[in-house]
């Protein structure tokens, strides 16, 4: 058993009451779990009575926070190519239907997505991860659906299974095949739904490939009577649902959701107040993307306020992609939270930690306690205050993941 009994924290975000948990002359005594948080002097006791003959490393927090490692629950992980091109027309004034018209958009990541070979998508995928981790993300959802056909799709979440072996991160997959029209299906939208249903559905549950099956809820993409009908049959082959919900539009993409008992319903830019209340009474958790809307330079951002103040359970994350958020870093996600939601510091950390666990129905991570995952972060902050007020720079001194420490 390796030990480490971390010391000379200035506080500790334990995540375990309704704001932080802050505990203060603490430390930490953990192995790939937390074994105990006490007083320092009590945790030497009980390294002395109960583990005796086992060595025990010292890690210095240095005076700085220690925190829960950010849980990035919504992320477009894999994908080929790049769309900077798209930026400068973005810059220039062009609109997203513009953008699709000259050959952007997603059409042109899924152009190379196809084309790319299984090791390059690994590569790049490894290359992200290492980013995130070193920025303090601990776990990452990564979607498929830069495929739209069953091929590419297998080979995504194949590759997502492999980067979930290989890296010192948890990727938990999610299926979403159903993330636009590919080319070959202009003016057949049924017929699509009806392919991913019939065939890529059942293949990807048959491997065991997804956790979750998602779907971008939209006007001109996927309406909410084609959306109830395809997430009904993920459910029935297994799958946790999630859902692009309401992000341009109050289609009742978040009613649907609430209806379906979705883990969590994502975007949610013009949610009404029948969406609001359908997420409080059903417990899925809200996941909003301030990096996208701050990408995207809009000028309104989710009712974050709104939905914390009617009891909804709220999360952040990132949205890597890249066409609308292409970005790693959760502390950007808390940075655009902060300036642009009207969320407190207490609530965007608990968003970006332990409410993230909960859009992925993780229930050992996302919080400091006796028998939860040792993932953990040391800050180069003397508190929670000075982590949030200062931006643009990684703050994270030490990644810690199961126990293992990465980017000291």
Same mark, same amino acid.
């Given at each position: 058993?390796?030990?480490?009994?971390?010391?000379?924290?200035?506080?500790?975000?334990?995540? +375990?009451?309704? %704001?932080?948990?802050?505990? =203060?002359?603490?430390?930490?005594?953990?192995?790939?779990?937390?074994?105990?948080?006490?007083?320092? &002097?009590? !945790? &030497?006791?009980?390294?002395?009575?109960? @583990?005796?003959?086992?060595?025990?490393?010292?890690?210095?927090?240095?005076?700085?926070?220690?925190?829960?490692?950010?849980?990035?629950?919504?992320?477009?992980?894999?994908?080929?190519?790049?769309?900077?091109?798209?930026?400068?027309?973005?810059?220039?004034?062009?609109?997203?239907?513009?953008?699709?018209?000259?050959?952007?958009?997603?059409?042109?990541?899924?152009?190379?997505?196809?084309?790319?070979?299984?090791?390059?998508? !690994?590569?790049?995928?490894?290359?992200?991860?290492?980013?995130?981790?070193?920025?303090?993300?601990?776990?990452?959802?990564?979607? %498929?659906? @830069?495929?739209?056909?069953?091929?590419?799709?297998?080979?995504?979440?194949?590759?997502?299974?492999?980067?979930? &072996?290989?890296?010192?991160?948890? $990727?938990?997959?999610?299926?979403?095949?159903?993330?636009?029209?590919?080319?070959?299906?202009?003016?057949?939208?049924?017929?699509?739904?009806?392919?991913?249903?019939?065939?890529?559905?059942?293949?990807?549950?048959?491997?065991?490939?997804? $956790?979750? +099956?998602?779907?971008? +809820?939209?006007?001109?993409?996927?309406?909410?009577?084609?959306?109830? #009908?395809?997430?009904?049959?993920?459910?029935? =082959?297994?799958?946790?649902?999630?859902?692009?919900?309401?992000?341009?539009?109050?289609?009742?993409?978040?009613?649907?959701?609430?209806?379906?008992?979705?883990?969590?319903?994502? #975007?949610?830019?013009?949610?009404?107040?029948?969406?609001?209340?359908?997420?409080? &009474?059903?417990?899925?958790?809200?996941?909003?993307?301030?990096?996208?809307?701050? @990408?995207?330079?809009?000028?309104?951002?989710?009712?974050?306020?709104?939905?914390?103040?009617?009891?909804?359970?709220?999360?952040?994350? =990132?949205?890597?992609?890249?066409?609308?958020?292409?970005?790693? =870093?959760?502390?950007?996600? $808390?940075?655009?939270?902060?300036?642009?939601?009207?969320?407190?510091?207490?609530?965007?950390?608990?968003?970006?930690?332990?409410?993230?666990?909960?859009?992925?129905?993780?229930?050992?991570?996302?919080?400091?306690?006796?028998?939860?995952?040792?993932?953990?972060?040391?800050?180069?902050?003397?508190? @929670? !205050?000075?982590?949030?007020? #200062?931006?643009?720079?990684?703050?994270?001194? +030490?990644?810690?993941?199961?126990?293992?420490?990465?980017?000291?």
């Amino acid at each position: 058993m390796n030990l480490t009994l971390l010391k000379n924290a200035s506080q500790i975000l334990t995540m +375990c009451d309704s %704001s932080l948990g802050i505990v =203060s002359d603490s430390g930490i005594l953990f192995n790939d779990k937390i074994i105990a948080i006490e007083k320092e &002097e009590e !945790l &030497e006791s009980i390294v002395n009575s109960k @583990y005796p003959d086992f060595p025990v490393a010292v890690l210095d927090a240095g005076g700085g926070v220690v925190m829960p490692g950010f849980v990035d629950s919504h992320t477009h992980l894999i994908f080929a190519g790049s769309r900077e091109n798209e930026f400068r027309m973005r810059l220039e004034g062009k609109k997203y239907l513009e953008i699709l018209e000259a050959g952007g958009g997603i059409i042109s990541t899924v152009r190379a997505t196809r084309e790319a070979s299984s090791e390059l998508l !690994l590569e790049l995928g490894r290359r992200r991860l290492d980013t995130m981790l070193r920025y303090g993300t601990t776990t990452v959802e990564a979607k %498929s659906g @830069y495929g739209l056909d069953l091929e590419t799709e297998i080979k995504i979440l194949r590759v997502i299974k492999h980067l979930d &072996e290989i890296h010192p991160a948890d $990727v938990i997959p999610t299926f979403m095949g159903a993330h636009a029209i590919p080319p070959e299906y202009r003016g057949r939208k049924e017929e699509y739904l009806n392919f991913l249903i019939k065939r890529v559905l059942p293949e990807v549950a048959e491997a065991g490939l997804a $956790v979750f +099956c998602d779907i971008f +809820c939209e006007k001109g993409v996927f309406e909410v009577d084609e959306t109830r #009908h395809y997430l009904e049959k993920a459910a029935e =082959s297994g799958f946790m649902l999630k859902m692009h919900a309401d992000e341009i539009h109050d289609l009742g993409g978040a009613v649907l959701a609430g209806e379906l008992s979705a883990v969590s319903a994502d #975007h949610l830019g013009a949610v009404g107040d029948n969406g609001i209340s359908a997420l409080k &009474e059903s417990g899925t958790v809200a996941t909003l993307l301030p990096t996208t809307l701050f @990408y995207l330079m809009s000028r309104t951002y989710a009712p974050a306020r709104k939905l914390l103040n009617e009891g909804v359970t709220v999360a952040i994350a =990132s949205d890597f992609n890249p066409g609308s958020s292409f970005g790693e =870093s959760m502390q950007m996600a $808390v940075t655009a939270a902060l300036l642009n939601m009207q969320m407190t510091p207490e609530e965007v950390l608990r968003a970006a930690t332990r409410n993230g666990a909960k859009a992925l129905r993780l229930e050992d991570r996302g919080e400091l306690a006796t028998g939860k995952l040792a993932d953990m972060l040391i800050l180069d902050a003397p508190n @929670y !205050l000075y982590f949030a007020h #200062h931006f643009g720079v990684n703050q994270v001194k +030490c990644t810690i993941k199961r126990g293992q420490q990465y980017w000291n």
